[in-house]
């Protein structure tokens, strides 16, 4: 007969409620006792799955406190958006939770009881290694770490796409603006870019790659960089964007110092928020499908072991006003825009 929940009290010293409790992440215990009784679980080769109904009930959604202004930032709101749908399908209960690295996460998730995670987005090395050792089921969403289900747009392609792009309108001083290049996705975009440089014959130039300044918000810090890129000797023609937050900041920065966009500059950003299409110039922009990225997080929660660890999702080009002279089409039609690439079901690109 295999080891049972009294066998695992037992050799803990501890009572059957708090073995329960403990392997299900229960309020009502310290964390020496929660961290003993699973290492003891853990030795006798106890499988903590049977105490679970089989799937979970209850899930957490974690975005970075960062981002967690969805009205500046709606990217992670329509992820979000995706999730709450995946959920109710399964039967699951979501709450949302923002989380930093000086807040008191483990006491906040205890309280929520959660039986299984999705972070989203960036979280500093320490946060998701304190994620990771909760033993509960995670899957990340725009991000990667070995070993962990992950989700993604395929950022490198559409980074390449969005480059290439700009270089068959004739441009070849294309900056990256970025954010912090310690988020997963922003370093892959930049990936995406200087391939295309590579490829097109265009050497990268180093002063063209800017990061935003640290300690500032997204359109504060992409305004700094977008305002550092015109003060360059030779400015850039082109800009592609790490997301559509950071390029229509540039927008504003370029149209304030009176150039012209796309004539004096162009620029191309990356997921296609709502406000891209209705900029004062509507923006050019990679088509990031944010609801599909919710869904299929949940998916990786609830039937993670039939689906491949890493999953990268295609993306789109939409042209727009912001490149392309004369393009006044906030619409994707067949006639501005370009597929991207198609799903990977290996490891991320």
């Known amino acids: 007969m295999g080891v049972?929940?009294?066998?695992?009290?037992?050799?803990?010293?501890?009572?059957?409620?708090?073995?329960?409790?403990?392997?299900?992440?229960?309020?009502?215990?310290?964390?020496?006792?929660?961290?003993?009784?699973?290492?003891?679980?853990?030795?006798?080769?106890?499988?903590?799955?049977?105490?679970r109904s089989g799937r979970a009930q209850r899930l957490v959604f974690l975005v970075h406190r960062h981002h967690s202004s969805f009205a500046l930032n709606p990217f992670f709101s329509?992820?979000?958006?995706?999730?709450?749908?995946?959920?109710?399908?399964?039967?699951?209960?979501?709450?949302?939770?923002?989380?930093?690295?000086?807040?008191?996460?483990?006491?906040?998730?205890?309280l929520h009881e959660p039986d299984a995670l999705i972070a989203a987005g960036y979280f500093e090395a320490e946060l998701l290694a304190l994620l990771g050792g909760l033993d509960l089921p995670m899957a990340l969403i725009d991000s990667w770490l070995p070993g962990c289900p992950s989700v993604n747009p395929d950022n490198v392609g559409g980074g390449y796409l969005a480059t290439r792009h700009l270089l068959d309108l004739g441009r070849r001083r294309i900056a990256y603006l970025a954010g912090s290049l310690a988020h997963y996705s922003l370093r892959e975009r930049e990936r995406g870019y200087r391939r295309a440089l590579y490829e097109a014959g265009v050497l990268a130039d180093p002063d063209l790659e800017v990061v935003a300044p640290?300690?500032?918000?997204?359109?504060?810090?992409?305004?700094?960089?977008?305002?550092?890129?015109?003060?360059?000797?030779?400015?850039?023609?082109?800009?592609?964007?790490?997301?559509?937050?950071?390029?229509?900041?540039?927008?504003?920065?370029?149209?304030?110092?009176?150039?012209?966009?796309p004539e004096d500059i162009a620029i191309v950003g990356f997921d296609d928020i709502p406000e891209a299409s209705y900029a004062p110039v509507p923006l050019?922009?990679?088509?990031?499908?944010?609801?599909?990225?919710?869904?299929?997080?949940v998916e990786l929660i609830v039937h993670g072991e039939d689906l491949p660890l890493e999953t990268v999702h295609p993306v789109e080009l939409v042209v727009r006003a912001s490149s392309v002279v004369g393009n006044h089409s906030s619409n994707n039609n067949s006639n501005n825009s370009s597929s991207g690439t198609h799903h990977n079901t290996g490891a991320a690109a």
Do not use: W
Not at 16 to 21: D, E, K, L, P, Y
Not at 231 to 243: E, G, H, S, T
Not at 284 to 296: F, H, N, P
């Open 78 to 110: 329509l992820v979000m958006h995706g999730v709450e749908e995946a959920c109710r399908t399964y039967g699951v209960a979501p709450t949302l939770l923002a989380a930093g690295p000086a807040d008191p996460v483990r006491d906040q998730l205890r």
């Open 214 to 261: 640290p300690g500032l918000d997204v359109k504060a810090g992409a305004e700094a960089g977008m305002r550092a890129l015109l003060k360059l000797r030779q400015r850039p023609d082109a800009v592609f964007a790490c997301n559509d937050t950071t390029a229509l900041a540039a927008l504003r920065v370029c149209q304030a110092a009176g150039l012209r966009v």
């Open 4 to 51: 049972t929940i009294r066998d695992v009290a037992a050799a803990a010293g501890v009572s059957i409620g708090t073995v329960s409790r403990a392997l299900k992440n229960q309020r009502g215990l310290s964390d020496d006792t929660r961290k003993h009784v699973r290492q003891v679980a853990r030795d006798l080769g106890y499988d903590a799955s049977r105490l």
């Open 284 to 297: 050019t922009t990679l088509r990031v499908d944010k609801e599909a990225l919710g869904r299929a997080g």
